[in-house]
């Protein structure tokens, strides 16, 4: 058996060289790779000696060779192949190990020039690793160090390596293979070349969406059913899933989650986790009906419960600081889908043992968690995809600008961050009505803002909140002056909405003649 070992990351790989020589497997190598084996004391016959030919180009011929290519491509079982093989003089290659040049992490360098790019465009290895994925049946490929230990159990226990790993292994490098391809595409098409002002030495201008856009997502599992029970569906995670993204977490007990689970988990998490303080979100159909700063879990949550019991039954809850005992006996005592936080205690996780169709997920989550977001988001079209850079802003003290008499006070100002924060992740039209790090009202997902704002007092009214003194976040400008007086009316002392409406100036004066005081955030937040 030969194994050709062609590397351009070395983890593990001297380690993984010393295993497969100890079981006789004859190593071939190239350039570093053959260098750092050769130091190490194994024997290794480097790739000229085998091909006849030097490597040449700067490195950028070696591999591609018959007597390489032939070696990994021919069928065992097939006569002619084989014969072929003697005539030219070709011994097969039984195994290739290759990982390919850092395209994606040298792309990914402040400064990178166009030079550096294609310069770490690997030919001959996805041509190997190819040659070799195809011929699965009679070669193992080798494309992450994760494989070795795999590798070397089958190899020890068996002589050789079975049909259903090399099939896998197969199958992750055309994966490798796709996704690399895919990275060059992204990048490439995204330059913006122009003969006569981009030299090697230069950082090419690019644009923000490449000319072809290409994605690659890993499946976590397949789900029961999509978003209705006639429906198929599978869930994916990015190649790489941020720390603290919903893909990174860990279910603990409960049914599996479902498709719409997910999809509502994800509304609540995302939301929780843009709160510094502690905080309670609880999502129903894709939209907060409660949300909460609190200065212990419990409280938290018994102030997001209070905004709307009715939608928070079935709901998703999700919480940015470990769940204790209390906060878990508080929420035990409702119907709850899906329960997430970054932690549970041993109390928690008692609490809920009994209670064995909850879900709970834990999230670790990194220290600054509000910055990891999604840097891009699509939306599927009929034959397309929307894609646009991810909502990420985050409203600042000094980004408001007060165009009433009325002045805020700074406990209004400071419930007018909390309400803005969490109408950024209600559906349009929104309405958010907040109190003191409560809401107090949610209007969301009507054709009318006008319809929002009465919602959000009507479910107010049905909790037995009075919105005296509260503060409102809407998330586009009043079109009219009708809406701000509903939620006036309702008992609204203080309005964020982003302004930039013709009638902006009609608005303001109706915030005058009520005696409320009004902020534009220059901002708005569509959420569809």
């Given at each position: 058996m030969r194994a050709l070992i062609s590397v351009s990351d070395k983890t593990g790989i001297v380690e993984?060289?010393?295993e497969l020589h100890a079981l006789g497997v004859g190593l071939i190598s190239t350039g570093g790779t053959?260098?750092?084996?050769a130091e190490q004391g194994l024997p290794v016959t480097e790739v000229a000696e085998v091909t006849g030919f030097p490597e040449m180009?700067?490195?950028?011929?070696?591999?591609l060779h018959p007597k390489v290519h032939g070696g990994l491509l021919a069928r065992r079982d097939t006569p002619e192949h084989m014969a072929a093989l003697q005539a030219h003089g070709i011994d097969t290659i039984?195994?290739?190990?290759?990982?390919l040049y850092p395209f994606e992490a040298t792309v990914a360098k402040p400064g990178?020039?166009?030079?550096?790019?294609?310069?770490?465009i690997d030919i001959g290895g996805p041509a190997m690793v190819r040659s070799a994925a195809k011929n699965w049946k009679d070669v193992g490929i080798v494309t992450d160090a994760n494989q070795y230990p795999a590798v070397i159990a089958e190899l020890k226990a068996n002589g050789k390596l079975s049909d259903p790993l090399r099939f896998a292994l197969s199958v992750a490098a055309f994966?490798?293979?796709s996704q690399y391809d895919g990275a060059i595409s992204n990048y490439l098409s995204s330059v913006n070349f122009d003969a006569d002002k981009l030299s090697d030495s230069d950082v090419p201008e690019r644009a923000q969406f490449s000319a072809q856009f290409n994605e690659q997502y890993v499946k976590v599992q397949d789900l029961r059913y999509g978003e209705n029970s006639h429906q198929q569906a599978a869930w994916y995670r990015d190649l790489a899933p941020a720390a603290g993204s919903l893909a990174t977490g860990v279910q603990l007990q409960g049914k599996e989650l479902s498709y719409n689970n997910i999809a509502d988990a994800d509304a609540a998490w995302e939301c929780v986790k843009s709160f510094e303080g502690t905080a309670c979100v609880i999502v129903k159909h894709a939209n907060p009906c409660g949300v909460a700063v609190g200065a212990t879990a419990l409280e938290a949550y018994s102030k997001a419960f209070q905004t709307d019991p009715t939608s928070a039954f079935g709901g998703i809850i999700a919480f940015n600081r470990p769940v204790d005992k209390a906060a878990a006996e508080?929420?035990?005592?409702?119907f709850v889908e899906v329960l997430m936080a970054p932690d549970f205690s041993a109390e928690a996780l008692e609490v809920f043992k009994s209670k064995v169709n909850v879900r709970l997920m834990k999230i670790a989550l990194p220290a600054h968690y509000g910055d990891v977001r999604n840097a891009l988001e699509t939306k599927r079209v009929g034959s397309g995809l929307l894609l646009q850079s991810a909502d990420n802003h985050e409203l600042a003290l000094a980004d408001m600008k007060i165009v009433t008499v009325k002045q805020p006070s700074p406990e209004e100002l400071h419930d007018l961050l909390f309400a803005w924060k969490v109408a950024k992740f209600v559906k349009s039209n929104a309405i958010v009505f907040c109190k003191n790090g409560m809401t107090m009202g949610v209007g969301a997902g009507q054709m009318s803002r006008l319809d929002s704002a009465r919602i959000a007092s009507i479910k107010a009214e049905a909790a037995k909140l009075s919105l005296q003194g509260t503060v409102v976040a809407s998330d586009a400008f009043f079109p009219f002056r009708d809406g701000l007086d509903v939620v006036v009316d309702a008992g609204a002392t203080c309005v964020a909405q982003p302004g930039g409406s013709m009638r902006d100036q009609e608005v303001i004066d109706a915030a005058?003649?009520?005696?409320?005081?009004?902020?534009f955030t220059g901002v708005r937040h569509f959420r569809h």
């Open positions: 993984l060289a010393k053959a260098k750092l084996l180009l700067d490195g950028r011929v070696k591999t039984d195994m290739l190990i290759v990982n990178c020039t166009l030079a550096d790019a294609i310069e770490n994966n490798r293979i508080a929420v035990s005592k409702q005058n003649e009520r005696g409320v005081a009004m902020v």
